[in-house]
């Protein structure tokens, strides 16, 4: 079962950007957010969802699968990091096949940039910068156990279903308690791909 | 310092951490569940990998030792002094073809390395773009412009390590090899022979400039290597990027690696030009044992990047001829342009290798993929909870 990590709930997301900011601060890209605050239906909903990298388990880290140098590392507690440096050369495979839409890229500087769990924070036991602003708690950092005490009935999700995969990943999402281990839509309601229509 | 390793996969073995990812999980260097998953996404058996990459290794590094033989005379020019180099080179090109073959047998890469050279021997840059290719090679391995865009002092530094070991190289690798012979008949001063392969190229007076920047050579290139790899080690203890999740066997040592051959290097011109030699003997071996270990080292940890580093030019060759017949392709739903046709097609077929089963979802752009997955999880999953 899960360690500590991040449970997102987009239901208590405000959308003030407090996480965006915070995560500016972060040692492993500093002045610069990984962070995306997406406001998923502007206009007509004030509806927002912050993303932070889901840190995939299986299949393992799809966006360092595909990486053609080798340049994106798993640590051995799950931690998916961003781009060495020295290896990168740019190509934004990470960026167009991660499902979750994460890694960041500077093309002129050909480096991938990606949140890293602030690698720097939660090797020692700390929260992520976001996790520690958030003012809802829809960004919340610890075990499920403690989630739960401060949540009576909570129920969280780690698995996705993308086309015909589903991804486990380290970063859960708050579901309602009937919904317990429903996998998460993955998105993409697609009318078509290549002319084909896709809808079941 | 760590001590040489001894079999090929021992630096990153001993790494607390693992790098994943389907090329990891092909030579058997991964722990815990990522290997089977990446191997069994890479879709290949990690032994025949690996035989095959022995083999790559061997075939090279008899070559080399042909290249030797031959190249030094039936070894008449081979200074036996220089034995432990010309080993340590064999290593090395045992350890880059092998580190090689694994790395390109992934999917990522191999379909890098054919888009790479397809393009270049494409109709489109024949046509269209045939002086992309010396461009690049001179912006992205020369000059490293990319480099700069990150920092200016990261891009200096970097540019004086790189130079200066291209210098060094390229003075002791014909060396140790014994394709490089000076000799004169008159012992020092005018007359001085420089050849290759037994062949003369130049001749040259040993007193004069040129004579002095022959025979100072690495001199000059540990110049320029130390204060390079010193900023970059004030960097990793200084600079708290830097600092997160560095790991001492793949950051630190091969800069200190890099400073200790050059500084032990100078040291020995200083001895030999100012103290008649003393301690010439403890620093020769201190110079030969830190310049094998990096040699050795150079396949297995960080400077592997100089192997991989041309796979940029291979990608920008790529997406740049793309580019020249207007395939650009946009996201499905906001019509942002993604990347060119090709690339977003060549990416599919990556994620089809790996059993990736969404690799459709490539097809839109990284916020449409997180504003489309935030809808449906308030429309479907929250939808009580509006
Ligand atoms: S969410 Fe994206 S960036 Fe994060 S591990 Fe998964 S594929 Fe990689
Ligand atoms: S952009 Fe960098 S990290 Fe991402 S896939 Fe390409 S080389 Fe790998």
Redesign the interface.
Known sequence: MMGRTIFID??RCIGCQACVSACREC????GKSMI?L?Y??EGSSV???P?VCMHC??????C???????A?????DGVV?QAD???C?????C?????????KI?L????QMKC?LC??RTAYGLAPMCATVCPTGALFYGTLEELQAERPGVQV?DT?V????E?RTGVA?V??AD?VQ?P???????VE?NGKD?RR | MTEPPEEPAAPEQSD?????????GTDGRN????SA??AK?AGIVPRSVNARAALAGVVVSVLLILAIVLGSRLLHNFDSALLPYAVATVFLAFGVAYRYTV?IS????R??LTRGWGSLFSAENFRKAPTALPKMIAT?LGFQK??G??SHARWAAHQLIFWGCILASLITFPLTWGWFTFTSGSGSGPGYEMRIWGFKILGFDSLNILGWLMFHGLDIAAVMVIPGAAYFLWRRMKD??A???QRFAYDMVPLLALIVISVTGLLLTFSSLFLHGGGYQFLAILHMVSVVFTLIYIPFG?FF?IV??P??VG?QLFKYTGRQDDQVFAC?RCEEP??TGPY?EN?RG??RD?????????????????????????S???K??K
């Open positions: 987009p239901g040692d492993s890209h500093r995306h997406d998923t239906d509806a927002s969802l993303t388990e299986d299949p393992v880290a799809p360092a699968e595909v990486c053609p140098a080798d994106i590392l798993v640590t051995a990091q440096t020295t290896r050369i740019g190509c934004a495979n960026v167009n096949a991660c499902p979750f839409g994460v890694p500077d002129q500087a050909k480096l890293n690698y720097d999700a996705f993308f086309g015909e995969s991804v999402m579901v309602p919904r429903w998460v839509p993955g998105g993409l309601p697609v791909i896709v | 607390p951490v693992t790098r994943t990812g389907a090329p990891a722990q815990g569940p990522a998953v990446a996404a790395w992934a999917p990522g890469a379909r890098l992205y990319f480099l865009a990150r708290r990027g600092i997160t999740g960080k990047h991989q580093r796979a940029a990608m499905r993604i990347d977003v990416l990556t994620m790996l059993d990736l089963g969404f690799d459709a979802w490539a097809e839109y752009c990284p916020r449409c993929k997180r504003v489309l997955r935030g809808s449906a999880y308030l479907q999953v929250k009580g909870f």
